[in-house]
Each structure stands twice: as C-alpha cells, then as structure tokens.
C-alpha cells in the first residue's frame, strides 16, 4: 500500500562535529491527525459542557428548595432558648418545689414526675426536657440508691421518648413530619395540631403507664 508524503518541516541540528540539515515528512493520514489534535473545541462540546452546567446548576437548586428553612431556626432557637432559660434560674427554682413530691421511691413520685416530663416536652420538646431534668432527676434518684439513679434515667428516657407522642410539638420528628406532608407534591395532607391530639392522648397515656410498670419493676 502507497502512502502520500508530505513535507512537513525542515530542522537545523547543530553539533559539534558541524551543522547538517534534516527533513522530515509524514504521510497524509498523520498530518490530518496533527491538525485535528492543534485546532481549537468544537462548538458542539461547548454546547455540551453548557448544558452539564446548568443540569448541575438545576440540581443544587431544587436540593436548597426542599430545606425546611422554618424548621432549622426553630431548631437554633429551641437549643438558644433552654440553655437562656437553665442560666435564669427558673428551673432550679421549680425544680425545687417539684423534687421531694417526685421522687422515684413511691409509686406516687414515679406518676409525678412523668407527668412533669409529659407536659415539659410538649411545651420545649423533649429534647430540651432532657437537658433540663437529666441532671436533676438523677441527683434526686441518687440521694435514695445507687439502683434508684439508674432506674430515674430509664424512667427520663422512656416518658420523654412517649410524651412526643402526645402533641405535635412534643418531638422534633413530628414536626418534621407535619411540615413533609403539608409540602408533599402528591396527596399532601394539612396535620393540624387538634386532629393529632385526639389520638395522640389516649395511646400516649396508656403506653406511658405500661412501660412505666415494666421500668420500675426492672
């Protein structure tokens, strides 16, 4: 097979021994291929790289829209205000007046304090309950056993769990997913405060007490 030669260019080699000159050549199909490597992108891979862009641009945008900006201030606020309201005073004060009627030794201690716990997680959530009585409740569990501090934190634990059943602003999740639904782009549905609570009562309370039967017979 005959291949075209082409002249491509013609290199001076200086050495030592002296000056001579050289010529090299490539065949048609190799100059093509130098010229296509040298020449500038095509429009069309522009175009392409374009619309990568405003794919990806389209993308992170409807990911900012789905964040529920309501949601995460709450969240920054409810922490700002509990640790605001623990540096006030307030719930030692409160605390104080609740204790000796609320301790774990009786069984009227053990109904006192979880209905404390009840009504404190759904007026600042449960979580801040937590951070509010975890201490306290266990100094005052301490002060009767060893055994009493451990069954106080399983008693925390268990009815701040439940009591974000009770109402909608007992627990972060339900608000969570109060808001998912009422943004749902099919079969949304409006989960207002008043229909929670008619079933959420009644099965909070009973769940309550019988958990609280098994914790403090553990």
């Known amino acids: 097979m005959s291949h075209e030669m082409v002249e491509v260019s ?18 048609a199909s190799q ?7 040298d020449s500038p992108p095509s429009p069309d891979i522009n175009g392409e790289n374009e619309k990568e862009a405003e794919v ?20 920054c606020g409810m922490f700002i ?30 109904a006192l304090l979880a209905v404390v716990i009840l009504i ?4 600042a959530s449960n979580v801040p309950t937590v951070l509010l009585l975890g201490t306290r409740v266990a100094a005052s569990a301490a002060a009767i056993s060893h055994d009493s501090e451990r069954k106080a934190w399983l008693i925390l634990a ?4 439940v009591a974000g059943n009770l109402t909608l602003l ?14 749902a782009q099919f079969f949304g549905y409006n989960l207002s405060f008043w229909s929670y609570l008619r079933f959420g009562v009644p099965l909070t309370i ?6 609280l039967l098994i914790v403090t017979s553990y």
């Open 120 to 123: 404190l997680s759904n007026v």
């Open 31 to 37: 100059q093509r291929s130098v010229i296509i490597e």
């Open 158 to 161: 268990w009815v701040s769990t």
């Open 56 to 75: 990806a641009e389209k993308r992170w945008k409807a990911c900012l829209e789905k964040v529920s900006y309501s949601l995460l201030i709450f969240f």
């Open 170 to 183: 007992g627990s972060a999740a339900n608000l969570i997913v109060c808001e998912q639904a009422r943004r």
């Open 81 to 110: 205000t509990v640790d605001g309201f623990n540096k006030t005073g307030i719930p030692n004060t409160l605390w104080e007046l609740v204790e000796p009627y609320s301790r774990i030794d009786s069984a009227k201690g053990v």
């Open 206 to 211: 009973v769940v309550t007490a019988i958990g």
């Open 10 to 27: 013609t290199v001076t080699d200086r050495r030592e021994e002296g000056a001579f000159s050289r010529k090299f050549t490539r065949t």
